[in-house]
Nanobody
Framework: QVQLVESGGGLVQAGGSLTLSCAAS????????MGWYRQVPGKQREFVAV???????TTNYADSVKDRFTISRDNAKMYLQMDSLKPEDTAVYYC?????????????WGQGTQVTVSS
């Protein structure tokens, strides 16, 4: 089992910056990648960014946040540096971790943290 706790959300003006953190605990050594998703009311949760485990840490971003957001990981903590924020970035941001076992894929989620960008 893996537990995820996000922090760092808040209210910021358009053009500003925020850094989200995700603290992972439990069986983190079996994780293959960690990432961020976001969701607004009435819409499906959408992918934001992902970083793979192991040396190097390959990253991938949604087109809507590329060149503005940066994902990073330091052992049991993951971060999302968000710059040049836009009102459309307003959402609840969720930390995600994926592990692969002989039984299949395990997805873990945090409780979410609200990010509000005012125009």
């Amino acid at each position: 089992q893996v537990q995820l706790v996000e922090s760092g959300g808040g209210l910021v003006q358009a053009g500003g910056s925020l850094t989200l953190s995700c603290a992972a605990s439990g069986s983190i050594f079996g994780l293959v990648h960690m990432g961020w998703y976001r969701q607004v009311p009435g819409k499906q949760r959408e992918f934001v960014a992902v970083i793979t485990s192991g040396g190097g840490g390959t990253t991938n971003y949604a087109d809507s946040v590329k060149d503005r957001f940066t994902i990073s990981r330091d052992n049991a903590k993951m971060y999302l540096q968000m710059d040049s924020l836009k009102p459309e970035d307003t959402a609840v941001y969720y930390c995600n971790a994926v592990g692969i076992t002989p039984q299949g894929r395990d997805d873990y989620w945090g409780q979410g943290t609200q990010v509000t960008v005012s125009s």
